[in-house]
């Protein structure tokens, strides 16, 4: 199975921060590569397919970078409404697998 | 709008079967999946398998081999994940999603069930 690593597993930031959030693959997994926002008692909600491709509605603060084993979710300047917890997966082969997740908090 | 309805909570003791049903509405794929993914309490998202709808093929993660049963009903587009001879470590809310076709690669979209809770306790 592919190991998905993130780093921090939390972050403290203040409004307006440029946060960044690293996910590492243990192989590569092309551009086959996710990042969801969970917030409490919700589902987590898609905000970026194939590495970089923001869902239609995620706001612009979001975007999404790399591929192979290296990929990168940065939001530009972060809002109250960005506060939670972020997963990588990837689903380039079977199983696919998420990363243990970054907390965000203000 | 596509929506994701899940069935309700439930409580089993160790050693039950859970079956939980996951309808899907609104949706205009031809083609589709149902993946199914838990979580713990206060813990992260583990994958337990997929089926393809339209034809019933299923892929299942290796921890659960044995113990789980996916299926679906093209007729209703519900999809129903049965998990046996539970234990207190399968405590979780188990959420089913919506996944799509890109070639070979099975990809997420952003059509999740709201989640159900399934406590296992004696």
């Known amino acids: 199975d592919i190991q998905m690593t993130q780093s921090p597993s939390s972050l403290s930031a203040s409004l307006g921060d440029r946060v960044t959030i690293t996910c590492r693959a243990s192989?590569?997994?092309?551009?086959?590569f996710a990042w969801f926002q969970q917030k409490p008692g919700r589902p987590p909600s898609l905000l970026i397919l194939d590495a970089f491709t923001l869902r239609s509605g995620v706001s612009p603060r979001f975007s999404g970078s790399g591929s192979g084993t290296e990929f990168t979710l940065t939001i530009s300047a972060l809002q109250a409404e960005d506060i939670g917890t972020y997963f990588c997966?990837?689903?380039?082969?079977?199983?696919?697998?998420f990363g243990q997740g970054t907390k965000v908090e203000l | 709008q596509v929506q994701m309805e899940q069935s309700g909570p439930e409580v089993k003791r160790p050693g039950a079967s859970v079956k939980i049903s996951c309808k899907a509405s609104?949706?205009?794929?031809?083609?589709?999946?149902i993946s199914w993914v838990r979580q713990a309490p206060g813990r992260g998202l583990e994958w337990m398998g997929r089926i393809i709808v339209y034809n019933g093929q299923t892929t299942y993660s290796r921890k659960l081999l044995g113990r789980i049963t996916m299926t679906a009903d093209r007729s209703t587009d519900t999809a129903y994940m049965e998990l046996k001879n539970l234990r207190s470590d399968d405590t979780a809310v188990y959420f089913c999603a919506m996944v799509t076709f890109g070639g070979v690669i099975v990809k997420p979209t952003d059509y999740w069930g709201q989640g159900t809770l399934v406590t296992v306790s004696s």
């Open positions: 609104g949706h205009t794929f031809n083609s589709y999946g």
């Open positions: 997966q990837q689903y380039t082969s079977d199983p696919p697998t």
């Open positions: 192989q590569g997994v092309a551009q086959d």
